[in-house]
T-cell receptor, first 110, second 111 residues
Framework: DVKVTQSSRYLVKRTGEKVFLECVQD?????MFWYRQDPGLGLRLIYF???????EKGDIPEGYSVSREKKERFSLILESASTNQTSMYLCASIGNYGYTFGSGTRLTVV | GENVEQHPSTLSVQEGDSAVIKCTYSDSASNYFPWYKQELGKRPQLIID?????GEKKDQRIAVTLNKTAKHFSLHITETQPEDSAVYFCAASMEANDMRFGAGTRLTVKP
């Protein structure tokens, strides 16, 4: 059973802070994704990665960056958190049975 | 890029009735169309998917239909039960990579 683990379930950060959201998968999947989920907007793709040290912008990359130094770990970075980045963040990894999502990190920026 | 629209945004049905959720997509190259169910406070879970070489797929009370010409696909849930209450997301992609999701449908099944 594929596990996608997000390190924090809830986070509260201050405006301007640098924020790291961590995601780890245990099935040696090459493809990993970060989405944010907002009411009425569904899941929107921020960044994705097909391999180590490789990244591609999704639909809403502004204000975010990512890091993929190891195959199992895909980090989302908010360089300078802003209140409009308050959201639920979902990491996903893809295998033979489609996406497997992490439990999500609910980030509040105050 | 791909754009997915989903309707309705909310749907309320009586237990035992059927529920239908519809999605349209824009990129004719998309060939993989999954549906996810997200219960309150939980992660989205894949419930059924369809590929573009198939027009319909069924799994017990859940079915998905695909019309490639019109670029739309639908989720059908028959004999709905209260535990079907959740948010449902459709998605479209090429070869299951970098999927684009619809905005979601909140389904409520009233006992």
């Amino acid at each position: 059973d594929v596990k996608v683990t997000q390190s924090s379930r809830y986070l509260v950060k201050r405006t301007g802070e640098k924020v790291f959201l961590e995601c780890v998968q245990d099935m040696d999947h090459e493809n990993m994704f970060w989405y944010r989920q907002d009411p009425g907007l569904g899941l929107r793709l921020i960044y994705f990665s097909y391999d180590v040290k490789m990244k591609e912008k999704g639909d809403i990359p502004e204000g975010y960056s990512v890091s993929r130094e190891k195959k199992e770990r895909f980090s989302l970075i908010l360089e300078s958190a802003s209140t409009n980045q308050t959201s639920m963040y979902l990491c996903a990894s893809i295998g033979n049975y489609g996406y497997t999502f992490g439990s999500g990190t609910r980030l509040t920026v105050v | 890029g791909e754009n997915v629209e989903q309707h309705p945004s909310t749907l309320s049905v009586q237990e035992g009735d059927s529920a239908v959720i519809k999605c349209t997509y824009s990129d004719s190259a998309s060939n993989y169309f999954p549906w996810y169910k997200q219960e309150l406070g939980k992660r989205p879970q894949l419930i059924i998917d369809i590929r573009s070489n198939v027009g319909e797929k069924k799994d017990q009370r859940i079915a998905v239909t695909l019309n490639k010409t019109a670029k739309h696909f639908s989720l059908h849930i028959t004999e709905t039960q209260p535990e079907d209450s959740a948010v449902y997301f459709c998605a479209a992609s090429m070869e299951a990579n970098d999927m684009r999701f619809g905005a979601g449908t909140r389904l409520t099944v009233k006992p």
